[in-house]
C-alpha cells in the first residue's frame, strides 16, 4: 500500500528525504519524530519500504498529519534501488538521504539551508555524532567508525588522509544532477561511495556542511559491526575495478594492519614455543642434575622477548584507543568496548579488502564479490 498525506502546498518543496526503510519500524519512528521538530520546515518527506517482514506503515501513518509525507512498498532490492525509488517520486529542489537510524537534532535542515544560501554547491554531506541515550556498544561502534585513530577521518572529521566523500546515511545533491547521473548504481554495497565518485567526475561541486550532523545509530552489536565493516572493505575493492583513481593510502591501511595483526600473533605463537621449550630444557637438565642451564636460560630469555615485542604494538594501540575515547566520551565502560570495536573496524574491514583482492585480483574474477548478502540488512 502506498498513500501520501494530505497537505497541499502551493509551491514546489525545496528539500525532499528520502528514507529507504528494510525492517526498522522504531527507528523510523524516532527519525520521523525528530523530523516534525525541524526549525525549517521546507521539506516533503519520502519513505519506501524495502520488501520488509516487519512494516513500518503504522508508524509513518502517526505522522501523516504532521509532515508532507509519502509512503511507499516495494519488493527487496537493496539500499541504493530504493533511494532511486523514493528519488523518482520526490518533487524537492535537493534531495536528502538519509539511513532510517538516524535522528535529526532541530537545526538539522537549518544548517543546510543555511550553508546553501551562503555559498550553494550541487552536492553535499553532514558528519555523524552519536547521541547521549546510545548505549555503551552503539558509543563504542561509533567512535571507531569516526575516529581519526581508525578511519583516518574520511567519514567527515577535520584531521582526514583522503577528501570527503558525503556517504548514504547524510547525503545532499541537485535533483537535477542526481538525476543526470542516473542515481545510485545497482552495488548492493559502497553504492554510495560510486555515487560520490561519480559526482566528483562530473565536475560539480560538492562540500562537506559540518554543523549538518546526524545522530547515528548503526548496528547494535558487534556481529553485524562486523559484517558491515567486512562487506565495506570488498566494497572498496569492486569500487577500485569501476573507479581506478578511487584506490588511496589510507583506504589499504586497515589491510596492512590486519596482516600486522596476523604477524604479530604468530610471533607471539612462536614465542610462546621457545617459552615452552626453555622451561622444558631447564627441567629437564635440573632433574638430571646440569648445572649448566645457559642454553635453556638463552631460549626461555629469547622467549620473553618475542613475547614482549609481539604484545607490545597491540598493547600500545589498546592504550591510544582506550585513552581517546575516554577523553572524548568520558566513560571507561565505552573506552574499553572501542577497543573491541575499533580492532574490529579494522579487522573486518582489512580482510574483507583482502578477501576481494584475492579474489578479483590474483584469482581473476570479474564479477562483484559481495559477502553477507542475505543477511547483512537483517
Given at each position: ?121 550541487a552536492a553535499f554531506g553532514g558528519p555523524d ?77 560538492c562540500r562537506l556542511f559540518p554543523e549538518a ?159 553477507f548478502k542475505k543477511t547483512f540488512y537483517k
Amino acid at each position: 500500500m502506498n498513500f501520501n498525506t494530505d497537505i497541499k502546498h502551493k509551491r514546489r518543496m525545496k528539500y525532499s528525504l528520502i528514507i529507504p526503510v528494510y525492517n526498522r519500524p522504531d527507528e523510523v519512528d524516532e527519525l520521523l519524530q525528530s523530523l516534525t521538530m525541524q526549525t525549517c520546515k521546507d521539506m516533503e518527506v519520502v519513505v519506501v519500504e524495502d520488501g520488509s517482514d516487519i512494516p513500518c506503515e503504522a508508524v509513518v501513518q502517526k505522522y501523516a498529519k504532521l509532515l508532507d509525507l509519502k509512503y511507499f512498498r516495494k519488493p527487496n532490492s537493496g539500499p541504493g534501488q530504493t533511494r532511486n525509488y523514493g528519488a523518482e517520486r520526490s518533487q524537492g529542489e535537493y534531495l536528502i538521504v538519509l539511513d532510517s537510524d538516524c535522528v535529526l537534532p532541530p537545526g538539522y535542515l537549518a544548517a543546510v539551508d543555511r550553508e546553501l544560501s551562503a555559498n550553494p554547491c550541487a552536492a553535499f554531506g553532514g558528519p555523524d555524532r552519536a547521541h547521549e541515550s546510545f548505549s555503551p556498544v552503539q558509543k563504542a561502534i561509533n567512535y571507531s567508525m569516526t575516529s581519526f585513530f581508525t578511519t583516518g577521518g574520511i567519514r567527515g572529521g577535520k584531521k582526514k588522509m583522503d577528501k570527503f566523500y558525503p556517504r548514504s546515511f547524510n547525503m545532499g545533491i541537485q535533483a537535477s544532477l542526481y538525476r543526470q547521473l542516473g542515481g545510485f548504481s545497482e552495488m548492493r554495497f559502497g553504492e554510495d561511495i560510486d555515487f560520490s565518485i561519480r559526482i566528483f567526475k562530473s565536475g560539480a561541486q560538492c562540500r562537506l556542511f559540518p554543523e549538518a550532523w546526524v545522530w547515528h545509530k548503526r548496528r547494535t552489536d558487534f556481529r553485524k559491526f562486523f559484517r558491515q565493516v567486512h562487506n565495506s572493505g570488498i566494497a572498496r575493492i569492486n569500487l577500485w575495478k569501476r573507479h581506478p583513481e578511487s584506490l588511496k593510502l589510507v583506504h589499504l591501511l586497515p589491510a596492512v594492519f590486519t596482516v600486522g595483526v596476523v604477524l604479530l600473533l604468530l610471533l607471539l605463537t612462536t614465542s610462546l614455543i621457545f617459552m615452552g621449550l626453555g622451561i622444558f630444557a631447564a627441567y629437564g637438565a635440573s632433574g638430571a642434575g646440569v648445572h649448566c642451564i645457559s642454553g635453556p636460560v638463552f631460549v626461555l630469555t629469547l622467549g620473553g622477548f618475542m613475547a614482549m615485542m609481539s604484545l607490545a604494538p597491540l598493547l600500545l594501540f589498546a592504550l591510544l584507543i582506550f585513552a581517546d575515547s575516554w577523553w572524548k566520551n568520558r566513560s571507561a565502560k565505552v573506552a574499553w568496548l572501542s577497543i573491541k570495536a575499533s580492532f574490529i573496524q579494522l579487522i573486518g574491514y582489512g580482510s574483507g579488502f583482502i578477501r576481494a583482492w584475492w579474489a578479483r585480483c590474483v584469482m581473476g574474477r570479474n564479477e562483484e564479490l559481495q559477502a553477507f548478502k542475505k543477511t547483512f540488512y537483517k
